[in-house]
Nanobody, 118 residues
Framework: VQLQASGGGQVQAGGSLRLSCVAS????????VGWYRQAPGKERELVATNTGGSTNYADSVQGRVTISRDNAKNAVFLQMNSLKPEDTAVYFCNYGSGRRLTEPGPYWGQGTQVTVSS
């Protein structure tokens, strides 16, 4: 099982980025996909999750990010707009076969760095 994340980079505050994550070895058809992030010196935190029928966003990103999935391509995306310096972190995609909006599944991508400058 492998989750490959991409799309990170460096942008100025107010900019946008679109993260992508493609899985191999598993099917996204059922279960929960999500994005988590970890900033230096902080614990990993939930950004957004999607069970297929429901979506959950952290309060800190509500209204600025959109999670989407393409089950046929085993892919999950995170569109991030109006980025802020506090969004700077390594972003990880995640998958679990259950339907849990607030807990990560066992499968993690390798992380992609997002840096937002003021």
């Amino acid at each position: 099982v492998q989750l490959q994340a991409s799309g990170g980079g460096q942008v100025q505050a107010g900019g946008s980025l679109r993260l992508s994550c493609v899985a191999s070895g598993i099917s996204f058809l059922f279960g929960t996909v999500g994005w988590y992030r970890q900033a230096p010196g902080k614990e990993r935190e939930l950004v957004a999750t999607n069970t297929g029928g429901s979506t959950n966003y952290a309060d800190s990103v509500q209204g600025r990010v959109t999670i989407s999935r393409d089950n046929a391509k085993n892919a999950v995306f995170l569109q991030m707009n109006s980025l802020k310096p506090e969004d700077t972190a390594v972003y990880f995609c995640n998958y679990g076969s259950g339907r849990r909006l607030t807990e990560p599944g066992p499968y993690w991508g390798q992380g992609t760095q997002v840096t937002v400058s003021s």
